[in-house]
């Protein structure tokens, strides 16, 4: 592993005057990662990479910005505060972005390309507006009014946007607004993704254009079905009482329909999903002809998806490929079709780890693109001209992320090249052709850094090197910077589980630390990587704890064995592995083991409340927020995929996988921390707790936060409750920070 490489090379540069780390520090300005870079794009044209970047007095407020390809200049585009002083959300908005885990943004979110590349459409606050990158300045507003999710059509002939529910457009040669479906109102949508298929699906948007401007395939849904879950949302100086139609498991979904509408005539067409009725509708795509229409169908268990073809003249329909599992069948966004031949690319998990395969227009399999014993996170870009397919993998390492390039024809299949050569964490953004690379590159101990890189990974230029020198927000803090150690230790049945773990500062290996234990483990999510990451981690190692870090089995990037461990019982094989881990720890000689506190939130929050109830005898204390504690409480599609049942059928399942049913195990001190506004984990997860343990005579502190939502994103709530957690941790583990 490499450590401290550009740390060291860093710190003759670094000011004599070096500062502590405080949690103050970590929320202010500027970011301490240095000039971070969002939302980075290729231009159609290939001259310019766009991104947006917060600004140096306020990290959370974004603007767009651009890298000329031609002079070598990176300058802001287009600022926010010019377009809008000061952004009024509407309610809509501000649930979208807490889905869309943007809550504590501000400025510009999202941009998109005309394919012309001469303008970009830029929505800000519920306004759209249109600008001209050679004059910038000029942008024009053309929709008001609530806008979501806007678009350029393939072709640029429109724009395209939901307002009220309804789906509209606008003709770009003459101006024209057109509305385009007219009873989207109280619980009838169209154009927009419902509620589990934004939260669990990973389903952002309604609605999918043809690639030649023809048609627009969109989601119609009526919520009228799903039940409304009366909830309060208390802050400081009132209380709202809000009727959210929540799916909670076992619940009716929302009737889906998939309709296909003219832009230019408004004519419509309804595509007929099949005789069950109770399904979700995952994906929709055209074939680059725009001929067909594609859309992905997935039973209410989840454990069977269908791809079906509808022809878009006629909606004859017939079936691609079907896709079954014992447990459940994953969702992707891997479906590409190519233009040069009649084929489509797509992605299974059938042979236990996830892989491409090359199909032809009839679902006949003609060969795999991947194969052997590691698997794809996913498809980056496909250059059909050079027969390329560019990945992302942890082929070499299940703790970094890769750029690999396959041959579409399979002759590589087991052998992708590798394009990415530094050690570690590198998301990369594909020019349209291919041919150029945007590399954002960190590990733990280089801050995110940004290259333009040729389709072979050779430099072009930097975008953003983010040098750990002297000017850099962190360079005061440099000589404090502890590493990151990675190892592996087996589970009960063998399998391999990834570690991280800081040692504290001033580390001796004859005194023995309190450990501060982060958790998330739950499936889709990978939390032992090796990049540039969380700071309050590298702050408790400083305050004098061992951090600790292990991924048990559940958790996302492994094999399918590796994943469906937790199949039909939450909580036993997760909260088994973190104990595997924590005798483990308490073996090595600087360790604590009377001093061993977790801390987590969300399913990291549920996974504190099991971890408590399973260990106190092991754990000294716990930090739980925003936990789920009945998974009946908690949503449709996330539930019964992993719970797998419906609370009605298997009442067993939900017993065993909830909180309250191993309740009496808990006995070491805990701190429950709650958004009082949260909309995704209900904070009646959290008041039945109370109740329960109120009724058992078990004493814990609780924190509560009027207004917060489930991330608790404002600047100061994010400040407090880190504050709170370090609070809690002292004050039952102690702690050896330095003087």
């Known amino acids: 592993m490499r450590l401290f490489l550009c740390l060291l090379a860093a710190l003759s540069a670094v000011p004599a005057s070096a500062e502590r780390l405080t949690l103050d520090r970590i929320h202010a300005d500027p970011a301490l990662a240095g000039p971070g870079v969002r939302s980075l794009r290729v231009s159609p044209d290939g001259e310019r990479v766009t991104f947006l970047r917060g600004r140096t007095d306020n990290q959370f407020q974004l603007d767009l910005w651009e890298f000329n390809m031609k002079d070598k200049t990176t300058h802001r585009l287009v600022d926010s505060k010019q377009l809008v002083p000061n952004e009024n959300l509407s309610l809509e908005e501000k649930a979208r972005r807490e889905?869309?885990?943007?809550?504590?943004?501000?400025?510009?979110?999202?941009?998109?390309?005309?394919?012309?590349?001469?303008?970009?459409?830029?929505?800000?606050?519920?306004?759209?507006?249109?600008?001209?990158v050679d004059k910038p300045e000029a942008a024009r507003k053309v929709a008001s009014g609530n806008v979501g999710d806007p678009k350029i059509s393939p072709k640029g002939r429109y724009v395209s946007y939901v307002r009220d529910q309804n789906l509209f457009v606008i003709d770009l040669t003459t101006g024209q607004e057109r509305q385009l479906t007219t009873d989207g109102k109280d619980t009838v949508h169209n154009g927009e993704?419902?509620?589990?298929?934004?939260?669990?699906?990973?389903?952002?948007?309604?609605?999918?254009?043809?690639?030649?401007?023809?048609?627009?395939?969109?989601?119609?849904?009526?919520?009228?079905?799903?039940?409304?879950?009366?909830?309060?949302?208390?802050?400081?100086?009132?209380?709202?009482?809000?009727?959210?139609?929540?799916?909670?498991?076992?619940?009716?979904?929302?009737?889906?329909?998939?309709?296909?509408?003219?832009?230019?005539?408004?004519?419509?067409?309804?595509?007929?999903?099949?005789?069950?009725?109770?399904?979700?509708?995952?994906?929709?795509?055209?074939?680059?002809?725009?001929?067909?229409?594609?859309?992905?169908?997935?039973?209410?268990?989840?454990?069977?998806?269908?791809?079906?073809?509808?022809?878009?003249?006629?909606?004859?329909?017939?079936?691609?490929?079907?896709?079954?599992?014992?447990?459940?069948?994953?969702?992707?966004?891997?479906?590409?079709?190519?233009?040069?031949?009649?084929?489509?690319?797509?992605?299974?998990?059938?042979?236990?780890?996830?892989?491409?395969?090359?199909?032809?227009?009839?679902?006949?399999?003609?060969?795999?693109?991947?194969?052997?014993?590691?698997?794809?996170?996913?498809?980056?870009?496909?250059?059909?001209?050079?027969?390329?397919?560019?990945?992302?993998?942890?082929?070499?390492?299940?703790?970094?992320?890769?750029?690999?390039?396959?041959?579409?024809?399979?002759?590589?299949?087991?052998?992708?090249?590798?394009?990415?050569?530094?050690?570690?964490?590198?998301?990369?953004?594909?020019?349209?052709?291919?041919?150029?690379?945007?590399?954002?590159?960190?590990?733990?101990?280089?801050?995110?850094?940004?290259?333009?890189?040729?389709?072979?990974?050779?430099?072009?230029?930097?975008?953003?090197?983010?040098?750990?020198?002297?000017?850099?927000?962190?360079?005061?803090?440099?000589?404090?910077?502890?590493?990151?150690?990675?190892?592996?230790?087996?589970?009960?049945?063998?399998q391999t589980l990834y570690y991280s773990m800081i040692k504290p500062a001033n580390f001796d290996a004859t005194k023995r630390y309190p450990v501060f234990l982060f958790t998330y483990g739950g499936p889709h999510s990978q939390r032992v990587t090796r990049q540039w990451g969380n700071l309050f981690n590298q702050y408790m190692a400083q305050q004098g704890f061992v951090v600790f870090v292990l991924d048990n089995r559940g958790s996302s990037r492994r094999e399918r064995a590796f994943t469906d461990v937790i199949y039909g019982n939450l909580g036993a094989h997760e909260v088994e592995d973190q104990l595997t881990g924590i005798d483990w720890l308490a073996q090595q000689r600087f360790v604590d083991p009377k001093r061993v506190g977790v801390f987590g939130w969300s399913y990291g929050g549920f996974m504190t409340l099991r971890l408590l109830e399973a260990g106190s005898d092991k754990i000294a204390m716990g930090v739980s927020v925003?936990?789920?504690?009945?998974?009946?409480?908690?949503?449709?599609?996330?539930?019964?995929?992993?719970?797998?049942?419906?609370?009605?059928?298997?009442?067993?399942?939900?017993?065993?996988?909830?909180?309250?049913?191993?309740?009496?195990?808990?006995?070491?001190?805990?701190?429950?921390?709650?958004?009082?506004?949260?909309?995704?984990?209900?904070?009646?997860?959290?008041?039945?707790?109370?109740?329960?343990?109120?009724?058992?005579?078990?004493?814990?502190?609780l924190m509560t936060y009027p207004g917060a939502k489930h991330g608790i994103s404002s600047r100061a709530g994010q400040r407090h409750v880190y504050g709170l957690i370090e609070a809690f941790f002292k004050k039952n583990l102690g702690g050896t920070a330095p003087k």
Do not use: C
């Open 99 to 132: 889905r869309a885990r943007t809550a504590s943004l501000s400025g510009i979110l999202s941009y998109s390309w005309s394919p012309d590349g001469k303008q970009l459409l830029v929505p800000i606050a519920g306004d759209l507006y249109l600008v001209d």
């Open 193 to 494: 993704a419902e509620f589990v298929a934004q939260e669990e699906m990973d389903q952002h948007t309604g609605y999918y254009w043809a690639p030649d401007d023809s048609a627009i395939a969109y989601r119609r849904y009526d919520e009228a079905q799903v039940p409304v879950a009366r909830r309060f949302e208390i802050f400081a100086d009132r209380t709202e009482v809000i009727d959210q139609r929540y799916p909670a498991a076992g619940a009716k979904n929302v009737e889906i329909d998939l309709m296909i509408v003219n832009p230019a005539t408004g004519a419509q067409k309804k595509v007929d999903l099949g005789p069950e009725k109770d399904i979700y509708l995952v994906r929709a795509d055209w074939s680059a002809d725009a001929r067909t229409l594609v859309y992905q169908r997935q039973s209410r268990d989840q454990k069977r998806l269908d791809l079906v073809a509808v022809d878009a003249a006629t909606l004859t329909q017939r079936p691609l490929l079907t896709e079954t599992s014992k447990t459940w069948v994953s969702i992707h966004d891997d479906l590409r079709f190519l233009g040069r031949q009649k084929a489509f690319i797509w992605a299974s998990e059938r042979s236990g780890r996830k892989h491409l395969y090359l199909y032809d227009l009839s679902g006949k399999l003609l060969h795999p693109i991947s194969s052997g014993e590691w698997g794809v996170d996913n498809i980056l870009a496909v250059d059909e001209q050079a027969g390329k397919v560019y990945i992302a993998s942890n082929k070499d390492a299940v703790i970094d992320k890769q750029t690999y390039v396959l041959n579409l024809d399979g002759s590589n299949a087991n052998k992708p090249v590798r394009l990415t050569k530094q050690d570690g964490w590198h998301e990369d953004v594909f020019a349209r052709n291919g041919k150029i690379f945007v590399d954002t590159f960190s590990d733990p101990d280089t801050p995110p850094q940004v290259s333009i890189r040729r389709a072979d990974g050779s430099m072009v230029e930097w975008l953003e090197h983010n040098e750990l020198n002297a000017q850099h927000p962190y360079a005061n803090y440099a000589k404090d910077h502890l590493p990151t150690e990675y190892g592996s230790i087996k589970a009960h049945d063998g």
């Open 626 to 701: 925003a936990p789920v504690t009945d998974w009946a409480l908690y949503d449709t599609h996330y539930t019964e995929q992993f719970v797998g049942a419906t609370p009605q059928a298997d009442p067993a399942a939900y017993e065993r996988s909830g909180v309250f049913a191993h309740l009496d195990g808990l006995k070491s001190p805990l701190l429950l921390v709650h958004g009082m506004a949260d909309d995704n984990v209900l904070f009646t997860n959290s008041t039945r707790l109370i109740d329960a343990l109120v009724n058992r005579n078990v004493r814990f502190e």
